[in-house]
């Protein structure tokens, strides 16, 4: 899936900023979908310090401008 | 399922996100496209005041660090100024870990006033307001409700949020008269040269139940899904203005890139939300889902939250929801499509994503163009 493109090779100043913007976003990987029983202690653990494995996506439920995460 | 201060995730994402229908239905428009149109829209119920105490008292209880609270409708800037006002002291009466919560609202912008835009702006609210696209487009279907079209109170409103610091986000619902080149170049002329905005979403319209006489043939189809945004990401390159984000152009790229999306209906977490409807009832995901009676799994004013988000029923619906179609074990895009939003699935949400055959092609169209794009001797990784 991954072409060898990059953000330095791309002539498209457009298609630059999306490639910075995405950077930090966690790569693409088969996920599980299991249904998990947590405790909160646990769901703290797994807070943004940058993304994690179980990561939001909840800032584009309205597509924000100002995700909170890393970009 | 589990014990007392357990919580069941169901999708990828570290908490579940709300979406809070403040006023249930209720709307001062009457857009013809509207999935709650079968609903009597003039009836509505603001939030009581002991709810909505108990849903952030109890959410903030449940989940941990940084949150976001979807504040929806029908149209949510009807429940009032001091209905807005008293979820932000609830939030600071609950908030005792002092974590970031963001409240984000989605407006038809028709109601902003300097008083609200200042209220929003002072509370750090994100804005998202629904604009379809030039005014022809736009007042086409969203009307309000004695009929007039909506377009210069929506840009009034956006005037009003720009002139307090807020520039909003802008949701387009496409229909398939929208999705002609030349009507599409237009609405991104208008968007991006003439409103300026930076921010855009697409929500493409499809009639699932079929019920909507005023929509008859507005449903968009893969071909029209492809036509549109062919025609944003070239507009798009052509502006070449690296601060403009299109949010679906962005997963395109993002899925070619090998990059995860942030959108629900592109990642597979339309289970890592619920819908809080004004008199308690809870749904399993998000709000388009709330004219299911039969996906409701519990009323917030009978039941504690922690025990509807733990109930069996949502567990099962989500399993249901999560489990794709054989056939897109198969398919190069899985992991940037997930079988796309659950409401637009063949035998609704468990069937095959009804716009699959447009993924596909604009996922192999962006990936060649972007080859197209790039300078073959180079190879600096991202």
């Avoid at chain 1, 990987?29 to 202690?41: G, L």
């Avoid at chain 2, 804005?127 to 109170?153: C, I, N, Y």
């Avoid at chain 2, 992991?335 to 609704?348: D, I, W």
Wanted: hydrophobic share 35%.
């Amino acid at each position: 899936m991954e072409a060898q493109i990059t953000i330095a090779s791309v002539k498209s100043g457009a298609i630059r900023g999306t490639l910075q913007r995405i950077a930090g976003r966690p790569p693409i990987q088969p996920i599980s979908f299991s249904p998990r029983e947590v405790t909160r202690e646990e769901m703290a653990k797994d807070c943004k310090s940058g993304y994690s494995e179980n990561w939001d996506n909840y800032d584009d439920y309205n597509n924000f401008p100002d995700a909170p995460y890393p970009e | 399922m589990n014990g007392k201060e357990t919580i069941v995730l169901t999708a990828p994402m570290r908490i579940i996100v709300p979406v809070i229908k403040v006023v249930g239905d209720l709307c001062n428009m009457r857009c013809s496209y509207c999935f709650y149109h079968l609903r009597d829209q003039t009836v509505g119920k603001v939030m009581s005041s002991p709810l909505l105490e108990k849903f952030v008292r109890e959410y903030l209880e449940i989940f941990p660090g940084e949150i976001c609270l979807n504040w929806h409708g029908g149209e949510p800037l009807l429940a009032g100024i001091r209905f807005f006002e008293e979820i932000v002291e609830f939030e600071k009466k609950y908030n005792c870990e002092k974590r970031l919560i963001r409240n984000t609202v989605q407006t038809n912008g028709t109601l902003i006033t300097e008083k609200w835009a200042s209220f929003f702006r002072r509370y750090e609210f994100g804005v998202g307001v629904s604009v379809d696209g030039a005014e022809r487009t736009h007042s086409r279907f969203r009307k309000m409700v004695g009929g007039k079209g909506s377009f210069l109170r929506t840009l009034h409103g956006i005037e009003l949020l720009r002139s307090t610091g807020i520039e909003p986000a802008i949701i387009q619902t496409v229909t398939r008269s929208s999705t002609g080149v030349a009507t599409a170049r237009e609405n991104f002329a208008f968007f991006f040269e003439e409103l300026g905005i930076k921010q855009l979403g697409i929500n493409f319209f499809h009639d699932v139940t079929r019920t909507n006489d005023d929509v008859v043939g507005e449903s968009v189809a893969s071909d029209d899904i492809v036509r549109l945004l062919k025609t944003y990401f070239e507009g798009w390159l052509a502006r070449n203005d690296s601060h403009i984000r299109i949010r679906e152009i962005d997963h395109l790229i993002g899925g070619v890139m090998g990059k995860r999306a942030t959108t629900c209906n592109w990642s597979g977490s339309c289970t890592g939300f619920f819908c809080l409807d004004a008199d308690g009832t809870v749904y399993p995901s998000c709000d388009r889902m709330s004219d299911r009676n039969d996906l409701v799994i519990g009323n917030l004013s009978k039941s504690p939250l922690r025990e509807i988000l733990n109930s069996r029923k949502r567990v099962d619906y989500a399993q249901k929801v999560n489990t794709v179609p054989s056939a897109c074990h198969e398919c190069k895009w899985l992991l940037a499509c997930y079988n796309g939003c659950a409401l637009h699935r063949e035998e609704s949400p468990v069937g095959r994503y009804l716009f699959c055959d447009a993924r596909k092609a604009l996922f192999e169209y962006v990936e060649r163009r972007l080859t197209e794009l790039t300078v073959p001797s180079q190879s600096i990784v991202t």
